[in-house]
């Protein structure tokens, strides 16, 4: 279904969708004198799972940072749901829709898995310093999302570990933790970086389906990640970046087959053989 | 025997435990819960003791009017400190808080404003509405603590002290129950993952920051009633540090922490003292002189209170009521 969304969409960089949730141009961000990303123009579909690939060092995870307000570009302008996002801080972005996670997962240490979960609700009253105090004014809140939050662990395999403190689970289950605790937040974006690092094989399978289960629930889903089975399998759109640019765009069949990115990942030369004369 | 269990009694309960107690409880909020390392509590105590003896003196304010005044004054000052710092990573602000603290003790300090500090003598006679406000049941009594007795200035003001710790830590203990608690707590651990989940950072530091102070301020303000002076001596670095003793001591992020960690603390502190001076002054029981006499006495209980708290983060460093399953966890 949602490849048809793509039918008409050229593969080429920077094409434009239908309904694009997500839409960036000319950003670009420097640390010095390396340019990490200089991106003309991307447009993310909305209710799609577009992937952002790249070979180590391409700026993916700072094109992220960047989207999501946790750093802020030379230049640039980008736009969520058709509003500006230029200079919104990170906690505003995230009421916008538009919730990441991280490479290095964050699951709060010191606090249980529950509470993790609790903590992703938005606009809760008990968060208020005037309301907090009196528990009877945030009570009821409070079990709905206490409810909110144990079908989503059960979803993600974690109630088991409900009332473990987040530093004693695995990497894995981290991993879980912090995808759970970003739906919490009930995004209409949700921003993956890397999912799959450190995650166990058998545990890959059951977060593919979590990643699918998103779009089937109409959330956008943009992702960064190196495991390239995950990424033919779940992925509607393939977004590749190399030093900083986007440079080959479609689906993922089109971009394995891509010279451009094969050059990207191997290097442009790697069937000539170099430097032996005969 | 007796007499230094009594004064080391004393010592637990008195108005400079109270004092370090509030500290301790507003340094709690900060750094036990929010993760702000604050090393400026003793700015925060000094702006409240100021805040109270200032305006009785230049301006023949009644002392409760001044109430408002140290909240208002630990407010303006945490803001003052949170604004430039609490977007920036949790070492600056140590090193702002610190240097701010120790600013305002020597401004309070210079001789040129002798007429509204009192210089490094501070101020005096500041207490005559505490004095008169001694209800009926203590006025001119001396309450008998086993071999110690207490006189009713004294005993009203630990009274009034006890209170606002009572006040303070069920504030406290409401607030971080709820979910504004959890929000904290979530800051302390990862703030960037607390910013990812819409969360205002900033906002709630800067709340952390300011109701931390405030509580810090009411225990500059019993410390100078208490001791009927305010003067920069009593906020000296050092203040900072044996707060956090005291946090560290009865665990951090626990309710019951500051208190109790107060306690012990000064109860430890006053019998060291009352032995130590027991041992050294000629008769009795006797320490050598080559280890200490009664002129240095003093800093060797000291270097034993040190000791001591090395022990106790060597060998409990969740404090008392910390739990034992949250510190295994390597936080950053």
Known sequence: MSADVFADVPCVPGSLKPDPILVADSVRRSFGGLVAVDVEHVEVQRNTITALIGPNGAGKTTFFNLLTGFDEPNVGTWTFNG??????????????????TFQLTKSLSRMTVIENMRLGATDQAGERLWTAPFKFLWRDQEAAITERAEALLERFKLDHMRDEFGGSLSGGQRKLLEMARALMVEPEMVMLDEPMAGVNPALKQSLLEHVKGLKDEGRTVLFVEHDMDMVHEIADWVVVMAEGQIIAEGPPAFVGAD???????????????????P | MSQTLSNGLFGAIGVVAIAYCLAAIGLNVHFGYTGLLNFGQAGFA?????????????????????????????????????????????????????????????LVSTPNLKNVTGSTDGINSFTNDIQNSIPGFLKGRTVPLWEKNISDYEMWVMMLGWFLVALFSVVVWALMRS???????????????????????????????????????????ILVIGQRNASPGSFQTQFTFLTYAIVVLGGVGKVKGPIV????????????????ADWTDGSGFQLPTWIMDSSNFSFFRWILVGG?????????PQGIFGDKKEQAFDVR
Not at chain 2, 59 to 77: D, K, M, N, Y
Not at chain 2, 206 to 220: A, D, E, H, K, Y
Request: aromatic share 10%.
């Open chain 1, 259 to 277: 010279q451009a990115v094969i050059d990207a990942y191997l290097g442009a030369h790697q069937n000539t053989d170099l430097g032996v004369t």
């Open chain 2, 46 to 106: 000094l702006v409240g003791g100021y805040a109270v003896a200032m305006p009785v003196m230049n301006w023949q304010w009644s002392i409760w009017a001044t109430i408002p005044v140290v909240i208002v004054a630990s407010s303006v000052f945490a803001l003052l400190l949170g604004i430039p710092t609490l977007r920036l990573r949790s070492d600056y602000l140590a090193i702002v808080t610190i240097a701010a603290a120790e600013i305002l003790r020597l």
């Open chain 1, 83 to 100: 509003v500006s996002m230029n200079g919104v801080s990170p906690y505003k972005a995230a009421r916008r829709g538009m919730v990441r």
């Open chain 2, 308 to 316: 001591g708290l090395a022990l106790l983060v060597i060998f409990r």
């Open chain 2, 179 to 221: 979910p504004w608690g959890r929000v904290l707590r979530s800051i302390r651990e990862d703030e960037d993952a607390a910013r990812s989940l819409g969360k205002n950072v900033f906002a709630y530091k800067m709340t952390s920051l300011v109701l931390g102070g405030v509580i810090g301020g009411f225990g500059g303000a």
């Open chain 2, 261 to 276: 960690g107060a306690m012990m603390f000064w109860f430890l502190i006053t019998v060291t003292d009352s032995l130590l």
